[in-house]
């Protein structure tokens, strides 16, 4: 099936500061809805992994020293079932939510990136692709929906998967 079958499969890292800490009325609409959206995710065609702790989600790992940055970071068989997930699933209206829990971010806040199938990405990794996308723009160890890269050795140039109108001011 896609990109697993070739060796490959696609790694995916997203990070959010939220406006209040876990508990305040503000943000826990986003708290509440984690466990329906990571089921989801879960039993989603093409979904390989996904960051959690004991608690079955990502939310309490330590992450820059800043309770209020959250991470997530997933691995998928190839850049279709991961679009479908985000854009074409129960997770598109939580994900059209954000600004309601987050703070916007000035930098990338997602990343996209090519890994050999059965690697599973730390949250170092993950944040060195954000770094990345931040200081040269989508290339192929680090791109975005916009500007998705192919499978390493496939030499064709980047695709508009068309994420719009969900990333519009967003690479």
């Not at 192929?140 to 998705?148: E, G, P």
Request: one cysteine or more.
């Amino acid at each position: 099936m896609g990109s697993g079958a070739q060796g490959w499969q696609l790694a995916q890292i997203n990070i959010g500061k939220l406006l209040a800490p876990e508990g305040d009325p503000r943000v826990q609409p986003f708290f509440d809805a984690l466990d329906k959206v990571n089921a989801i995710a879960d039993a989603s065609p093409g979904f390989v992994w996904r960051l959690q702790s004991d608690s079955g989600n990502a939310t309490d790992f330590d992450v820059a020293s800043d309770p209020l940055l959250l991470v997530n970071m997933s691995v998928w068989q190839d850049a279709e079932s991961l679009f479908d997930f985000v854009y074409r699933s129960g997770h598109t209206p939580e994900m059209a939510r954000r600004r309601e829990y987050f703070h916007r971010f000035e930098s990338a806040y997602q990343a996209l990136w090519w890994v050999p199938a059965g690697h599973r990405p730390s949250i170092d990794e993950g944040l060195s692709r954000l770094w990345m996308l931040d200081r040269y723009g989508p290339t192929l160890q680090s791109f975005t929906f916009k500007a998705r890269f192919p499978q390493p050795g496939e030499g064709t140039p980047p695709v508009d998967m068309k994420p719009d109108p969900w990333c519009i001011g967003n690479a």
